[in-house]
């Protein structure tokens, strides 16, 4: 099962992160990343669904949430897992990932 699976709508691009988004999972959660990126439409991230994620994995989102706002896409938030919040808060990253309060 991939980490990162897309759904294109005609108003955005739908990225849902489940299961896990480790070391092991950023090579092909990059290239699926990208993909959202070239769409060129609004970014709706849903990530209830996502059971672990580790340095690694915050890191890719961090990049990932960089190079939408320079394109001028619009990343959002939808919904988050407890495992993303509790990761970001434990590395004071949640600003940088721009997580819902």
Known sequence: MESVNLTCHPDR?????????????????????????????????RAAALER???AGLQ?????????????????WRDVSPALTTGAQLLGLSAALELPQ
């Open 13 to 45: 691009t739908e990225i849902v992160l489940s299961g896990m988004l480790d070391v092991g999972e950023t090579r092909a959660a990059y290239g699926r990343l990208g993909e959202a990126l070239t769409r060129a439409l609004p970014l709706e991230l």
């Open 53 to 55: 994620v580790d340095t």
């Open 60 to 76: 890719l989102l961090i990049a990932f949430l960089r190079a939408a706002h320079e394109r001028g896409l619009q990343p959002s």
